[in-house]
């Protein structure tokens, strides 16, 4: 499932150097935290990130948020807070770098208050670990070279700060079962998805729903979409299936494919057995 805008760290307007600069302050979190005796998970707890997000960070692949406050907590006297600054300011440099056909629906999915996913292909872009977004960019044919799935899966990791910026997007997403029993990159790579998943269905913000595969009834067969919801501007859509994509704003296709979602949404899970279902997953691993 394409995004928001794909950020990469390999633009020529020296963002090498803004990579250096994420890395640089990604080792100084490490290393406080090390000197604190913490793990990464039990730092996340604390601040309310997950271990996945934390050591990200540390790898300097995703960017610390503004309310990433750990100063006071790894004892590091405001060195960490004055690096966010210099954090903030690397950030405006970045340039987008997403596929071309990816990029208006990039820029829009940036500014939507409202998102909708149903994804039948793959979990959707702003839920996937980074483990799961590099298995899933490693399989695709034509096949990408390294270079190039590494940016992608920066790309991916970066656009989930729609998910801790504020006030964030309402987000509903409705996955099928069969997606999130595929293995891909094998079964901790989808143990480690299962777990993202439960951790951020519990966001109150965001509504995850899993379509059984038992379902009789199924409104969704036509393949995956999103909808999404720009303040004072109409809803829109938008389809990505085998690398071709297309941004619908025809208000009665827009209709159409709304109406479809609030089906499949009906014959889905409810949010509460969904968690049971992925919780009953991972205990199944």
């Known amino acids: 499932m394409a995004g928001r805008p794909e950020w990469s760290t390999q633009d020529p307007a020296g963002s090498e150097e803004v990579a250096d600069l994420f890395r640089a302050i990604g080792r100084q979190i ?25 050591s990200s960070i540390e790898r300097g692949r995703r960017t610390p948020q503004p309310e990433f406050r750990v100063d006071e907590l790894l004892g590091c006297g405001g060195l960490l807070a004055v690096a966010s600054e210099d954090v903030e300011r690397a950030k405006k440099r970045r ?57 992608r899966v920066a790309a991916r990791l970066a656009r989930q700060e729609l998910l801790s910026k504020w006030p964030p997007p309402t987000v509903s997403a409705i996955v099928q079962e069969a997606v999130l029993r595929q293995s891909f990159g094998g079964s901790a790579v989808q143990r480690e998805q299962l777990e993202r998943l439960a951790q951020v269905s519990r ?27 720009i303040k004072g501007r109409p809803r829109m859509a938008y389809l990505e299936v085998q690398h071709v994509s297309r941004l619908i704003t025809d208000p009665e296709d827009v209709r159409v494919l709304a109406a479809k979602y609030g089906s499949i949404r009906g014959q889905a899970l409810t949010t509460r057995e969904s968690l049971c279902l992925i919780e009953k997953m991972l205990r199944d691993l």
């Open 30 to 54: 490490k290393a406080a935290r090390e000197r604190a005796g913490m793990s990464q998970k039990e730092l996340g707890e604390r601040v309310g990130y997950g271990e996945e997000q934390i």
């Open 95 to 151: 340039r987008v770098r997403h596929p071309e056909w990816l990029r208006d629906y990039a820029r829009l999915e940036a500014e939507a208050v409202e998102l909708c996913y149903f994804a039948n292909q793959a979990v959707p872009g702003v839920f996937q670990t980074e483990a799961y977004a590099r298995a899933v960019f490693a399989s695709r044919q034509p096949f990408f070279d390294e270079e190039t799935i590494e940016q």
């Open 203 to 229: 966001l109150r913000y965001v509504e995850i729903q899993v379509m059984p595969t038992i379902s009789e009834d199924h409104a969704g067969m036509g393949g995956p979409f999103s909808l999404l919801e």
